[in-house]
């Protein structure tokens, strides 16, 4: 069975945040990405997972590309869908 993607706009569907984070130990800057800008820069059928993001991203504060990411999903637990209607 082939394995499903998961997509920018599967995080946003399901209302996930994606965090990215800079890997260098001077740093340690932390974000959330703003998943609809992504969207619009990268297209919808973009993967989310970090082998498809973290290539194309890096630090805002020193500018490293060794970023990794964390997602976390849309539950009530977490803060719910923040792309839903409001």
Same mark, same amino acid.
């Given at each position: 069975?082939?394995? %499903?993607a998961?997509? @920018?706009?599967?995080?946003?569907?399901? *209302?996930?945040? @994606?965090?990215?984070?800079? @890997?260098?130990?001077?740093?340690?800057?932390m974000?959330?990405?703003? +998943?609809?800008? +992504?969207?619009d820069?990268?297209?919808?059928? %973009?993967?989310? +997972?970090?082998?498809?993001?973290?290539?194309?991203l890096?630090?805002?504060?020193?500018?490293?590309?060794?970023?990794? @990411?964390?997602?976390?999903?849309?539950?009530?637990?977490? *803060?719910?869908?923040?792309?839903?209607g409001?």
């Amino acid at each position: 069975m082939e394995e %499903q993607a998961y997509t @920018i706009a599967d995080a946003i569907a399901r *209302g996930d945040r @994606i965090w990215a984070y800079c @890997i260098e130990s001077s740093c340690r800057h932390m974000a959330v990405l703003d +998943l609809l800008t +992504l969207r619009d820069r990268l297209g919808p059928d %973009q993967g989310a +997972l970090r082998a498809d993001l973290a290539p194309k991203l890096r630090c805002a504060k020193c500018g490293s590309r060794r970023v990794g @990411i964390i997602i976390t999903p849309g539950t009530k637990e977490y *803060g719910g869908n923040p792309y839903e209607g409001g």
